[in-house]
């Protein structure tokens, strides 16, 4: 029998994969869930067990919280990365992660073919197809959902009719959860007008009162949050998701172009990634230099699009990642922040590295480092070569 790794999440179009190889098409199929921070250890269990039930070879499931973060979370935190200044990359970062692993893992099953169950409308099967692509190009892709275009109807039929015993009812609202945020689709995000209900949100709003929080970076990187230090940045991220969840801050909807060039809307909560983004971005406007700043805006926005379009294999993104990692080496302090219901504001930063020094002058006060006719010469050379157009035009 021909093996097939497929990745599998349990749901509808995944259980219906498993289902139709392994019946219809006579494969061997290996199913494979990756947790990017999305299940908890029960989820997981039932995955497994359903997965059985469907009569898969084997199951894997791989812990890629960790792996996640340093592969991509950590950059995505460097270069202050917001889809269109709005959208962490919750799932488009997070999916990428997924299609590396399921790869590694057809690579080492020696698999004849890898199978996803993406629809033909989004992201997430140029993703997949591209990564598999590249690094296990001998395999065959499959897609049953896509190529034979199933309706939700037709595969809860099928599934019917092999004896399948699952919750076949159609929630709601999609939820997508993950490290690094979660994303939320409903009738809502259909169309362009309308913003998604209370009751649509994953993370009620629990919390009222304002909260002081201190988030400290070495590197770049969370550490600590209110003096409680983590072995582990993952650790940092999850606290202050628990810590900030509840005020409904990091609720969005996201209105981007997607890969396959149609547009689409998305909701989203992600408290933690957009508290660390505008924390991490407060900092280092005090440590780094203008040119620094200005080079990461530009190479962290290509970063963040490209990323999006799933070229993480691309080499230039580790040239970028190199460039993002060289500029965290004095992004060392703390940042004071404010939470409030749906909300929060930015209250400053200590930091060893603070550029904003008052032995150098105060903005706006008092020069200490420099004097008025220091001033003089370089705002006449500063202007030197615009003066001398005007001179040379005779303009006004």
């Known amino acids: 029998m021909k093996k097939v790794v497929l990745g599998f999440s349990g749901g509808l179009d995944t259980s219906y994969c498993a289902k139709y190889l392994s019946e219809d098409k006579g494969y061997e199929v290996h199913s494979i869930v990756v947790n990017?921070?999305?299940?908890?250890?029960?989820?997981?269990?039932?995955?497994?067990a359903h997965a059985y039930r469907l009569g898969v070879a084997s199951h894997t499931a791989v812990d890629a919280v960790r792996g996640y973060y340093e592969r991509i979370v950590r950059y995505l935190i460097f270069g202050n990365v917001l889809k269109n200044n709005t959208y962490p990359l919750s799932v488009s970062a997070e999916r990428l992660s997924q299609a590396l692993h399921i790869a590694e893992h057809a690579q080492q099953l020696k698999a004849d073919a890898v199978a996803h169950g993406s629809t033909g409308a989004g992201n997430d099967q140029v993703r997949f197809?591209?990564?598999?692509?590249?690094?296990?190009?001998?395999?065959?892709?499959?897609?049953?959902?896509?190529?034979?275009r199933l309706s939700r109807e037709a595969e809860i039929a099928y599934?019917?009719?092999?004896?399948?015993?699952?919750?076949?009812?159609?929630?709601?609202?999609?939820?997508?959860?993950?490290?690094?945020?979660?994303?939320?689709?409903?009738?809502?995000?259909?169309?362009?007008?309308g913003f998604l209900p209370e009751d649509a949100w994953?993370?009620?709003?629990?919390?009222?009162?304002?909260?002081?929080?201190?988030?400290?970076?070495?590197?770049?990187?969370?550490?600590?949050?209110?003096?409680?230090?983590?072995?582990?940045?993952?650790?940092?991220?999850?606290?202050l998701q628990e810590l900030a969840g509840?005020?409904?801050?990091?609720?969005d909807i996201h209105v981007g172009d997607t890969i396959i060039g149609i547009k689409g809307r998305v909701g989203f909560e992600a408290a933690a990634p957009l508290l660390l983004i505008k924390a991490h971005h407060a900092l280092e406007k005090h440590v780094l230099t203008k040119?620094?700043?200005?080079?990461?805006?530009?190479?962290?926005?290509?970063?963040?699009?490209?990323?999006?379009?799933?070229?993480?294999?691309?080499?230039?993104?580790?040239?970028?990642?190199?460039?993002l990692e060289s500029s965290q080496q004095n992004v060392s302090g703390d940042?004071?922040?404010?939470?409030?219901?749906?909300?929060?504001?930015?209250?400053?930063?200590?930091?060893p590295h603070d550029l904003m020094s008052n032995r150098f002058?105060?903005?706006?006060?008092?020069?200490?480092?420099?004097?008025?006719?220091?001033?003089?010469?370089?705002?006449?050379?500063?202007?030197?070569?615009?003066?001398?157009?005007?001179a040379v035009n005779h303009e006004d």
Do not use: C
């Open 202 to 239: 994953p993370t009620p709003v629990t919390r009222h009162e304002p909260t002081d929080v201190k988030i400290s970076f070495r590197n770049g990187e969370p550490v600590a949050v209110n003096d409680t230090a983590f072995e582990h940045p993952v650790q940092a991220i999850q606290y």
């Open 361 to 390: 002058g105060s903005y706006g006060e008092m020069n200490t480092g420099w004097s008025g006719e220091d001033v003089r010469g370089f705002s006449k050379i500063f202007g030197n070569q615009t003066a001398i157009y005007h």
């Open 246 to 251: 509840g005020y409904g801050i990091g609720r």
């Open 335 to 351: 940042v004071f922040i404010q939470l409030l219901p749906h909300r929060f504001q930015i209250n400053g930063i200590e930091s």
């Open 291 to 323: 040119w620094q700043l200005s080079w990461k805006d530009t190479l962290a926005q290509f970063y963040g699009n490209w990323l999006h379009e799933g070229q993480i294999l691309d080499p230039v993104m580790r040239d970028i990642e190199a460039f």
């Open 129 to 148: 197809d591209m990564i598999f692509h590249i690094m296990i190009p001998q395999a065959e892709i499959i897609t049953p959902i896509r190529d034979m």
């Open 159 to 193: 599934l019917k009719s092999k004896g399948v015993e699952m919750a076949f009812e159609k929630a709601a609202y999609s939820i997508n959860k993950g490290l690094w945020g979660t994303s939320v689709g409903g009738r809502e995000t259909l169309h362009s007008n």
């Open 36 to 48: 990017t921070g999305g299940f908890t250890d029960d989820e997981l269990r039932r995955i497994e």
